[in-house]
């Protein structure tokens, strides 16, 4: 099995065990594959290990966080979606006014790119709200954000670019804001004034 520095500390499993978890903690960090996910069973392995070793007792509360962190990003979605789009709007601006020796926190880069994941899968995508919220919230922290971690705002942005060109029932509005967020990254964070004019008297119209 190939070890990363992300790795969860789960050897001290049986092999059944380990894959699992690894399975379980895959699928929660993917938006798209929460249902496939036994959060019940995970949790009792997970207590049943932390009661016999002392060690792994700590890893636990890192998995236990992860699943934490799902489970109430999911439930206020399903809950509220009024709730879900504030939500991600209250934790962008925090990242964007909150700052350490004048740069973004690092503890919040994840949690804000969890928020940008989920508002760009295919559901989320056919929901102009959300879709609105994603493009504005782009809008203020996209740039941070890159620099704190491009990789991750890559892989938001193959979400979006397939998104747009594959997903089918987009409205006219979602796929308008969606090229709209493409072209302004793609031109460094800003948009041309003829962009700006083409877009905004669209949206106007």
């Not at 504030?86 to 969890?114: E, G, Q, S």
Request: hydrophobic content about 40%; proline content about 2%; glycine content about 4%.
């Amino acid at each position: 099995m190939e070890n990363c520095k992300e790795d969860y500390k789960i050897q001290s499993f049986d092999l059944e065990t380990q894959n699992l978890l690894k399975t379980a903690l895959k699928a929660l960090s993917l938006p798209s594959e929460p249902s496939t996910v036994d959060l019940e069973k995970v949790s009792n392995v997970i207590v049943d290990q932390s009661l016999k070793d002392q060690v792994f007792s700590k890893e636990a509360g890192r998995i236990c966080y992860t699943i934490v962190q799902f489970v109430a990003r999911e439930d206020t979605r399903l809950r509220s979606l009024q709730e879900w789009v504030c939500f991600v709007t209250f934790i962008c601006n925090v990242f964007d006014y909150l700052k350490v020796n004048n740069m973004p926190m690092v503890a919040l880069v994840h949690p804000v790119f969890d928020c940008m994941l989920r508002l760009a899968q295919p559901d989320s995508l056919n929901n102009e709200e959300e879709v609105d919220c994603l493009v504005l919230q782009l809008h203020r922290i996209g740039d941070q954000l890159e620099k704190m971690d491009g990789q991750k705002m890559d892989e938001l942005f193959y979400l979006l670019r397939d998104g747009f060109l594959l997903q089918e029932g987009l409205s006219s509005m979602a796929r308008l804001l969606l090229l709209e967020i493409l072209e302004f990254r793609a031109g460094g964070w800003m948009l041309s004034d003829t962009a700006q004019k083409y877009y905004y008297s669209e949206v106007t119209d």
